[in-house]
T-cell receptor, first 118, second 110 residues
């Protein structure tokens, strides 16, 4: 149980284009989903928190107009990197928090999406 | 500033030994504590959750929590080369966002 999928697993795009990454909780309903970014050999960096049906909360320094987050249902959240540039190349990882009272606050991570912007 | 501190390592142990990973946290109201394992190039995987003081064992893993000292640890018995990874300590003060440590790199020598 507690499986989170991400699609695509990797993507290469040209500078200036937009890329959408999907995150799905496959066998549970997620009250909250999180988006992280991780550069090589660095720590996880939380970008934003999204709750179903409401606007995402972005961390300080993260441009909300550049990283668009939509949490359309209890099982799906999307991150769109708009007008991507080479410095946006990174490993993007989503995670989902289970609603179950027995696993409350546990976060389960998707496999990640490696984005390369040329 | 809510913080979770870990020694970055690397922690090197021989195969078959016990690996001891430590973590301290600053927020006294924290109620949920987690250990994640992250292999290079992969996403984190939850390996242990602990909510009350004391020890919690799961196979070769034992999590230890001491809320008074604001300290949580992970012991890995009979360490294997496949345990070589970065271990992330994470702390959640009910309902607030989970705070992750920077991780400790563990290297198990065959």
């Amino acid at each position: 149980g507690a499986v989170v999928s991400q699609h695509p697993s990797w993507v290469i795009c040209k500078s200036g284009t937009s890329v959408k990454i999907e995150c799905r909780s496959l066998d549970f309903q997620a009250t909250t989903m999180f988006w992280y970014r991780q550069f090589p050999k660095q720590s996880l960096m939380l970008m934003a928190t999204s709750n179903e049906g409401s606007k995402a909360t972005y961390e300080q320094g993260v441009e909300k107009d550049k990283f668009l987050i939509n949490h359309a249902s209890l099982t799906l959240s999307t991150l769109t990197v708009t007008s991507a540039h080479p410095e946006d190349s990174s490993f993007y990882i989503c995670s989902a928090r289970d609603r179950s009272p027995t696993t409350y606050n546990e976060q389960f991570f998707g496999p990640g999406t490696r984005l390369t912007v040329l | 500033q809510k913080e979770v501190e870990q020694n970055s390592g690397p922690l090197s142990v021989p195969e078959g030994a016990i690996a001891s990973l430590n973590c301290t946290y600053s927020d006294r109201v924290s109620q949920s504590f987690f250990w994640y394992r992250q292999y290079s190039g992969k996403s984190p995987e939850l390996i242990m959750s602990i909510y009350s003081n004391g020890d919690k064992e799961d196979g070769r893993f034992t999590a230890q929590l001491n809320k008074a000292s604001q300290y949580v640890s992970l012991l890995i018995r009979d360490s294997q080369p496949s345990d070589s990874a970065t271990y992330l300590c994470a702390v959640n003060p009910w309902g607030f966002k989970t705070i992750f440590g920077a991780g400790t790199r563990l290297f198990v020598k065959a």
